[in-house]
């Protein structure tokens, strides 16, 4: 599902920056790209530690 936000974010943005220069535009697909990831990163982190603590209660 992230991966795929990704390609409806990324076409998006080389829209709305279509007038900047090509480079810019490349900067800003790379940092969209690495907030998508580390949020996806982010939530897998965050259901581990809820599995782990889940079927673990001494782990607390």
Same mark, same amino acid.
Not at 18 to 47: C, F, H, P, Q, Y
């Given at each position: 599902?992230?991966?795929?936000?990704?390609?409806?974010?990324?076409?998006?943005?080389?829209? /709305?920056?279509?007038?900047?220069? $090509?480079? +810019?535009?490349?900067?800003?697909? &790379?940092?969209? /790209?690495?907030?998508?990831?580390? $949020?996806? +990163?982010?939530?897998?982190?965050? &259901?581990?530690?809820?599995?782990?603590?889940?079927?673990?209660?001494?782990?607390?």
């Amino acid at each position: 599902m992230i991966a795929g936000l990704t390609w409806v974010v990324l076409p998006a943005l080389m829209i /709305i920056f279509e007038d900047v220069n $090509s480079e +810019a535009t490349i900067e800003i697909m &790379k940092e969209t /790209i690495n907030l998508v990831w580390a $949020s996806a +990163a982010l939530l897998g982190a965050r &259901k581990l530690a809820g599995a782990l603590g889940k079927n673990n209660p001494d782990a607390a």
